[in-house]
């Protein structure tokens, strides 16, 4: 098959790999049909996620046909179209049983923290991922969910992590009736929990990014007020003016371990891998945010450590939350929000990418070119 291939920070190539094959009998293989690529997995293309191997192959978001099933799978037959959650979990242990999926205790030799994940390097169990032709999918039973004949394949893939994970961050938040919401990062997971805070009853939204093309986004497809940081000396002054001076109620924090930093953060972060990335959007909600507010974290880190003003949260008294999420969890009430159009994933989608060019999508999302806001990558495209 063709397929995503590692070979170091900011080097990608598409290469012949061997198809998967059932290496367990509640394994499912999977004929990706439809993939995509993730803010996250530019964490890994830059080299700032430990133990990302060369020869791995990225990709946690995809949906796809189903082409074999082991033995004991008894909940897929050959031919059903699937979407598939970014987590890996056996669906049994401690964890599972409370809906912890993505703490799965079952799924990954080399963490305590995190269960299983396709395409996101060693340290989440080094699972290959689905930018590829063919994926083998763990726990068959548990996963994978029938794509509903009314679902859109667009609409279907960012459900697997993207827009699963904003709804997430909205839910960890607890908003409260009429709460001012501020969202860090206009990306796709910004941009549906944005989204989903009105959902949850938030009485004003406030999301704050620098990129132009997707803060406009955030009005029209979030109906979002919106901060270009840019334009202030330190954006977490202009957000405490905005709100009577006291912060916001609930700051979500959806960029993760891309955060702009000084030079010193970039270079242990990325150079000498001593943070796990770059930690001002973290700072800038603890500091954002009102005393005895909520922080709801859903960017990705790192494993290793991060300079954040743990002190200023305690002695704010703030309640942080944060996880990944445990996507399949949230598929029941997300379908019927997206069945309705109260939240509209798909619209999120700027580039489409035949798996051939995956060097060039990674570069263009990565510099952010052409307005890009959310690539699919289509393997079966010429």
Request: charged share 20%; hydrophobic share 40%; aromatic share 8%.
């Amino acid at each position: 098959m063709r397929a995503m291939v590692y070979r170091g920070p900011y080097k990608l190539r598409v290469e012949e790999k061997d198809v998967p094959a059932i290496e367990h009998p509640n394994d499912a293989i999977v004929r990706v049909t439809l993939a995509a690529i993730c803010g996250s997995d530019l964490h890994l293309y830059h080299g700032l996620m430990p133990d990302t191997r060369i020869g791995h192959t990225f990709g946690h978001e995809f949906i796809g046909v189903v082409e074999q099933v082991g033995p004991s799978v008894q909940n897929l037959r050959v031919g059903d179209r699937v979407m598939v959650p970014f987590n890996i979990f056996c669906g049994s242990c401690w964890f599972c049983a409370r809906g912890l999926y993505s703490n799965c205790h079952n799924v990954n030799p080399n963490a305590t923290a995190v269960g299983g994940i396709y395409g996101y390097s060693h340290t989440t169990g080094g699972y290959d991922g689905g930018q590829s032709q063919y994926v083998r999918v763990p726990f068959a039973d548990v996963g994978p969910a029938l794509v509903p004949d009314w679902m859109h394949d667009e609409d279907a893939v960012l459900l697997t992590d993207a827009a699963a994970t904003g709804y997430f961050g909205a839910q960890l938040g607890e908003i409260a009736e009429g709460d001012t919401v501020v969202v860090l990062g206009a990306g796709p997971v910004g941009l549906i929990a944005a989204q989903s805070s009105w959902l949850m009853g938030a009485g004003r939204v406030i999301v704050v990014d620098h990129l132009q093309e997707r803060l406009e986004k955030a009005r029209t497809l979030a109906h979002a007020e919106t901060l270009d940081y840019d334009e202030y000396d330190d954006v977490v002054v202009e957000l405490k003016k905005q709100t009577d001076f006291l912060g916001a109620d609930v700051v979500i924090e959806a960029v993760g371990a891309e955060a702009d930093g000084n030079l010193l953060q970039h270079v242990a972060g990325a150079k000498l891998k001593l943070q796990g990335g770059s930690p001002v959007a973290l700072n800038w909600a603890i500091d954002g945010v009102r005393k005895g507010g909520t922080v709801s974290v859903v960017g990705a880190y790192g494993p290793i450590p991060n300079a954040v003003k743990f002190g200023d949260a305690l002695n704010k008294g703030l309640t942080l939350r944060m996880n990944q999420t445990p996507v399949k969890r949230q598929w029941p009430r997300m379908f019927e929000h997206v069945r309705n159009g109260h939240l509209t994933p798909r619209a999120m989608v700027t580039h489409r990418f035949p798996l051939e060019h995956i060097a060039e999508a990674y570069h263009v999302f990565s510099a952010k070119l052409d307005g890009c806001i959310k690539p699919l990558i289509l393997p079966d495209a010429a």
